[in-house]
């Protein structure tokens, strides 16, 4: 597993055959392109998929603030909630996310407390999963073909094989979960 952000952008830089850097902070082209969209990148890659290092659980306060309309209390997301996954209210209750009157990110509802399953911003690349390297490695790769070696075909290979590492990734993490039994009942058995 890579233990920096560096090593990270090293491995997108190998596989489109430019020069390595050192630090992200390096006076050199392929540097100052790292810097700018790795941790952009690393958010949207955290986001798009359920990888299972990067989901927690929370208990929300409740805010002093009041909704205008619409809904009865105000929680306070973690600075850390890239996207909220599914929440402890019962089924079809409502709920959204809002930005706050303080500027804050809010989860609002009707009910009284709430718990949230959500995607954490993790920036911490020791707790990375190999397969979420991979794909971010690719990904930046994919991101940095063309402006440092002027392929568009370059890019587009590596496009495609960061999307075979997501697809991949998924299935390593569905293993990971139990598996969902579904009872039978008149509507299955006429099926069957």
């Known amino acids: 597993m890579a233990t920096s952000s560096v090593q990270i952008c090293n491995s997108a830089l190998i596989k489109i055959g430019a020069k390595t850097i050192t630090a992200l902070t390096d006076d050199s082209k392929a540097a100052r392109l790292c810097n700018e969209q790795y941790d952009k990148l690393r ?13 927690f659980r929370k208990s929300l306060a409740a805010t002093a603030n009041t909704p205008s309309y619409g809904f009865v209390n105000e929680f306070l997301l973690p600075s850390d909630v890239l996207r909220v996954i599914e929440t ?10 809002e930005q706050n009157t303080d500027g804050n990110k809010a989860l609002l509802c ?3 407390s709430i718990k949230v399953r959500y995607i954490k911003d993790v920036t911490n690349t020791t707790l990375f999963a190999t397969d979420f ?3 971010l490695a690719y990904m930046l790769a994919a991101d940095l073909a063309y402006p440092l070696v002027q392929s568009r075909a370059l890019m587009q ?3 495609k ?3 075979a590492e ?5 299935s390593f ?9 579904v009872d039978a009942d008149e509507w299955t058995d006429i099926r069957a």
């Open 133 to 135: 390297e991979e794909a």
């Open 173 to 181: 993490d569905a293993q990971e979960n139990s598996v969902e039994e």
């Open 157 to 159: 290979d590596m496009y």
């Open 43 to 55: 958010k949207k890659l955290l986001r798009g998929h359920l990888w299972n290092f990067a989901i």
């Open 110 to 112: 009707n009910s009284s």
């Open 161 to 163: 094989l960061y999307k």
């Open 88 to 97: 402890d209210l019962i089924a079809g209750s409502e709920w959204v996310i």
């Open 166 to 170: 997501v697809s991949e990734a998924r």
